[in-house]
């Protein structure tokens, strides 16, 4: 295992992040105490750090089954948690991003977690009711009183994000250092404006569902049944799904990897700081997943599962590369200007 800073702050962090929202049985699917805590201890010894919860998750038992495999070990691990999600949803102040949640939440989450602080909180999603004002100087005083370290946000529009860090800058508060978003080779639309928005900002990406719910690891196409984690939030369908797969197989195949071991490792070469969550019911599962810290995709299997899986851009930024107008805005020369932004280098001709 690897590490990389999380986003703009001098954190680090494991360049795959465990996802435990398949920690408890409250909702019917997901793993057991026991199971929960091989999951864990095994991407413990494989060298990973970054834990990713909710207090949505599995009513809860997710967080309490974390603070007790944190025992005596807690400061060894970045824990990060969310809140906004409704835990009550007779109450109408149980859910939102507003001040009287954000506070009730993390004051549960601390109590599930066993600990007294968190080194990232997440806003789970974008509450419309609560003025990012407001949000932005409530994450600040719980930055302020210790009880978070670093913030992130998820499930927020690009423009807001963009607004809110500004606003944190401009103001002296605590900006958000993480974007937690879908990202995976069948859902590749933040590509037009989240992505952007993260690299501008510094921001780590965590990307969620990078396996498409089970879609990218082969095993329906092997017939075999489960629990799709997309099936409530369906992937894009700007390109053709099995023409996707299929490449991705073919890649797999080419390299002697299993299908998941390179759709992470697509993830992991993308522009910016990009942070694939992986879950997993079984400690296979998580074996797999782990061993694609250790593969490098070539430029020709890069360039195919770019290809294949690519979704358009759109207005503005499909009619801004088109030839004529790119030199009408830079003048004929503007292949040869070399741009340096955000925290790494990129061609005149993939920035504009």
């Known amino acids: ?154 499930d927020w529009p690009a423009w807001e994000i963009a607004q809110a860090n500004t606003l944190a800058e401009l103001r002296g508060w605590t900006s958000f250092a993480g974007s937690q978003l879908r990202y995976s080779l069948l859902e590749r639309t933040p590509e037009r404006e989240l992505l952007p928005q993260a690299r501008a900002f510094d921001q780590a990406v965590l990307a969620w569902s990078p396996l498409a719910g089970g879609k990218l690891s082969g095993k329906y196409r092997r017939g075999e049944t489960g629990r799709l984690n997309s099936g409530n939030w369906q992937d894009h369908k700007e390109h053709n799904e099995d023409e996707v797969i299929g490449t991705l197989l073919a890649v797999a195949e080419q390299g002697g990897w299993s299908p998941a071991q390179v759709a992470l490792a697509w993830l992991r070469s993308r522009p910016g700081n990009v942070i694939p969550i992986i879950g997993a019911t079984k400690e296979s599962q998580l074996a797999d997943n782990l061993a694609a810290a250790a593969v490098t995709l070539d430029a020709d299997a890069l360039e195919r599962l770019d290809r294949v899986s690519a979704v358009p851009l759109g207005f503005p930024h499909d009619f801004l590369r088109e030839d004529g107008v790119r030199e009408n805005v830079y003048g004929e020369r503007w292949p040869e200007i070399d741009n340096r932004l955000s925290t790494y280098r990129r061609t005149a001709d993939e920035v504009l």
């Open 1 to 154: 295992m690897r590490y990389t800073l999380f986003g703009r702050t001098g954190l680090r962090v494991s360049e795959l992040c465990l996802g435990t929202m398949t920690f408890g049985e409250d909702w019917g699917w997901g793993t057991g105490k026991e199971a929960s805590a091989r999951i864990f201890n095994a991407y413990a010894e494989a060298g990973g750090n970054f834990i990713d919860t909710a207090d949505l998750y599995t009513e809860g038992s997710s967080e309490r089954m974390l603070g007790e495999l944190l025992q005596d070990r807690r400061e060894r691990f970045v824990l990060a948690s969310k809140y906004t999600c409704a835990t009550d949803r007779r109450e109408v102040n149980a859910a939102g991003n507003h001040r009287k949640n954000l506070v009730q939440s993390v004051e549960a989450s601390l109590r599930r977690l066993g600990t007294d602080y968190l080194d990232i909180l997440w806003v789970h999603a974008r509450d419309n009711f609560t003025p990012v004002q407001e949000v932005m100087r409530a994450l600040d005083d719980l930055v302020r009183a210790g009880k978070v370290l670093h913030l992130g946000v998820s």
